[in-house]
């Protein structure tokens, strides 16, 4: 990690945003720290930062839906954190494009080690993510367009995708016929070489895009499961470049 590294903390907690700025510099560490939303856009749009690290509980407008709006036009680190036990909030946060989270209340050197290791994994992923070289993709009676990340039937209707069904959907089509084991979908969508234990979210994530692809559950035929392995898009896939 470079001492270069410039941390946007997001907490609405005067106390957490003190803390976190006079620990994490300490760590050489540049930090910035805001309380909501708008200061949080605000600072993305006046300098450039590392990994963000964002509360789920945020006066307005949420830390779920801004990490939704955040993974539309940029692919930078997030940890979240969040209220301990809240599951379905951590289950939220991966979903919608989250790499780690960090229940409340924590230890700083933990965070700190986290911020670590999601920026070292980052930073060694393959640009698997990066599907906008190709212009448009076509397989079965779908086609995805990149530049509008519009997936549309072969009669033009639109089906909306969220951020994470997107960047699903785009690994797949990256891979088509491979098998991908649970693990590596996650550190590929999330950052993250493994699930943390019982955590389903990559499960309910494939079973979301499914429903968006028309793909029965039960006898899916375009993202199928195999046993013990992991997932493989089972159709032939086309690009334009």
Not at 31 to 52: I, K, N, R, Y
Not at 91 to 119: C, H, M, Q, W
């Amino acid at each position: 990690m470079s001492p270069a590294d410039h941390i946007l903390v997001v907490d609405d907690d005067s106390e957490i945003r003190a803390l976190l700025e006079e620990y994490l510099s300490r760590q050489d560490l540049r930090v910035t720290a805001v309380a909501d939303g708008p200061s949080m856009e605000q600072a993305m749009e006046d300098g450039h930062f590392d990994l963000v690290v964002l509360d789920v509980m945020l006066p307005g407008e949420d830390g779920i839906s801004l990490c939704r709006k955040l993974r539309l036009h940029s692919n930078i680190p997030v940890i979240m954190l969040t209220a301990r036990g809240e599951q379905g909030d951590r289950i939220a946060g991966l979903e919608t494009g989250a790499d780690d989270y960090l229940a409340k209340p924590f230890n700083p050197r933990e965070l700190l080690a986290r911020i670590k290791s999601v920026l070292r994994r980052a930073r060694s992923l393959p640009q698997d993510l990066a599907i906008e070289d190709v212009r448009m993709y076509r397989f079965g009676d779908w086609r995805l367009t990149t530049a509008t990340r519009q997936l549309q039937t072969a009669d033009g209707v639109a089906v909306p995708l969220s951020g994470a069904e997107y960047r699903l959907l785009g690994i797949f089509l990256r891979h088509p016929g491979a098998v991908l084991s649970r693990d590596r979908l996650t550190e590929l969508l999330h950052g993250r070489e493994h699930n943390p234990p019982f955590d389903r979210s990559l499960d309910v994530q494939v079973s979301r895009l499914r429903q968006r692809l028309r793909d029965d559950g039960r006898e899916p035929g375009i993202v199928r499961a195999v046993r013990g392995q992991g997932y493989v898009f089972a159709l032939p896939v086309e690009v334009e470049k």
